[in-house]
């Protein structure tokens, strides 16, 4: 695993979709000094958990706008599967999801950040692939000057929290704002922020 923790977010381009439109050479620059970032790794389109996930960040899309957030998701699928997966309901699709999920269809992204399962080993002009190469459930708090504040990586198999993510937020805004640390296992609505 990559430590990026107090490290500049790897920048990139890519495609992706939100609202139901394809994103062309989607950037996280277009966030830096106005916005806060989560990105969202998830392993695979179609799938169960990553769908719960999915949504999940949804219904809680208002607690993130209140705190100046944008939710970003990636995954390694193509930006036609994503857009494909957000036209269903049944069957489990993600229709109703209005945030940015983008595309890492060559694996960089995931590379990057150091999420990506699986080895690729190049011997002899011969590459070799061992495993998926699909990102385990990474996790990625963003602030406003790009620096990374927060990682988080899960196994595949390991399901996320929404509401620590929501805390760690609460956490470092209140340590921006005061200067102060927050106790262990506060909760914003216990306490006077």
């Given at each position: 695993m990559i430590n990026l923790i107090g490290k500049k977010a790897p920048n990139f381009n890519t495609n992706g979709v939100k609202n139901n439109k394809i994103i062309k050479n989607f950037s996280l620059k277009k966030f830096y000094k106005k916005n806060y970032i989560i990105l969202i790794f998830y392993p695979k389109d179609f799938s169960y958990i990553c769908t719960t996930e999915l949504y999940s960040f949804q219904d809680e899309i208002e607690e993130f706008n209140n705190r100046n957030v944008k939710l970003i998701a990636i995954s390694t699928d193509s930006e036609y599967s994503h857009l494909t997966w957000l036209k269903i309901k049944k069957n489990g699709g993600i229709m109703g999801i209005n945030y940015y999920i983008l595309s890492d269809i060559n694996k960089?992204?995931?590379y990057n950040y150091g999420v990506l399962s699986g080895t690729l080993k190049i011997k002899n002009n011969n590459l070799k692939v061992k495993g998926e190469l699909i990102?385990?459930?990474?996790l990625f708090f963003i602030d406003k000057l790009s620096i990374i504040r927060h990682q988080l990586?899960?196994?595949?198999?390991i399901s996320r929290n929404i509401y620590e993510v929501l805390r760690i937020i609460d956490s470092w805004q209140y340590y921006e704002k005061n200067g102060e640390l927050l106790p262990a296992n506060f909760k914003k609505n216990n306490l006077i922020i």
């Open positions: 960089t992204i995931s990102p385990y459930r990474g990586i899960n196994d595949i198999h």
